[in-house]
């Protein structure tokens, strides 16, 4: 069965940094593509970033203005969003998800099938 897994949620000051993971069970990391959505008190669910399974072609929204990277690491099976210099507008529930007709793309405005329960990420001073 698919499962997905998120960890390293926190509560930082802004310009600090955090590693999320999203440890993946029942697939490969690698054939599908993957991708990090968040959400805020009050506001949708919005697409962070997505890695495709064919290339590793990664693609962010433009609201993070560079600051996160997603990675995988295929000996663990586990997703990854780098966030550095986090600012208060980034303080959500962040959530990784997969789907297994997504392979030579992603997405991040479509809808996945598989999703974890989310880690929360708070920026305060």
């Known amino acids: 069965q698919v499962q997905l897994v998120e960890s390293g949620g926190g509560s930082v000051k802004p310009g600090e940094s955090l590693r999320l993971s999203c440890r993946a069970s029942?697939?490969?990391?690698?054939?599908?593509?993957v991708g990090w959505f968040r959400q805020a008190p009050g506001k949708e669910r919005e697409g962070v970033s997505c890695i495709t399974g064919s290339n590793g072609n990664t693609y962010y929204a433009d609201s993070i203005k560079g600051r996160f990277n997603i990675s995988r690491d295929s000996a663990k099976n586990t997703l990854y969003l780098q966030m550095d210099r986090l600012q208060p507008e980034d303080t959500a529930v962040y959530y990784c998800?997969?789907?297994?007709?997504?392979?030579?793309?992603?997405?991040?405005?479509?809808?996945?099938?598989?999703w974890g329960q989310g880690t929360q990420v708070t920026v305060s001073s």
């Open positions: 998800a997969s789907d297994p007709f997504m392979y030579s793309g992603c997405s991040l405005t479509e809808e996945y099938d598989h």
């Open positions: 029942g697939f490969i990391l690698g054939h599908f593509s």
